[in-house]
């Protein structure tokens, strides 16, 4: 099992940026997906981006893309999320999930995941 904790949430008017962090600890060696979810108000958890724990292959949802960055810093065991150009739909709480389960391509649905963290919550003002 691994822990994770995100931060770097917070209010910001359209245009700006946030940049937000998931600290990876526990059984990290076990990590193959990296993935960032977000719950707007209202609605159902999506996924906005992932990327591979070794290789650094990443995937980004369409309406992130171009905006957004995933990184990952595997010395420190961190994950980041650079969002610039935010939007005021882009508000939602911001999760970070893990995948500990054997895979060779990027899993981008809630059931790949086994570990997620408490959230962080983001709000674009317009």
């Known amino acids: 099992q691994v822990q994770l904790v995100e931060s770097g949430g917070g209010m910001v008017q359209a245009g700006g940026s946030l940049r937000l962090t998931c600290s990876v600890s526990g059984s990290s060696f076990s990590v193959y997906n990296m993935g960032w979810f977000r719950q707007p108000p209202g609605k159902e958890r999506q996924i906005v981006a992932a990327i591979s724990w070794s290789g650094g292959n990443t995937y980004y949802a369409d309406s992130v893309k171009g905006r957004y960055t995933i990184s990952r810093d595997t010395a420190k065991n961190t994950v980041y999320l650079q969002m610039n150009s935010l939007k005021p739909e882009d508000t939602a709480v911001y999760y970070c999930?893990?995948?500990?389960?054997?895979?060779?391509?990027?899993?981008?649905?809630?059931?790949?995941?086994?570990?997620w963290g408490q959230g962080t919550q983001v709000t674009v003002s317009s």
């Open positions: 999930a893990a995948r500990r389960r054997f895979t060779v391509v990027l899993s981008t649905t809630e059931a790949a995941y086994n570990d």
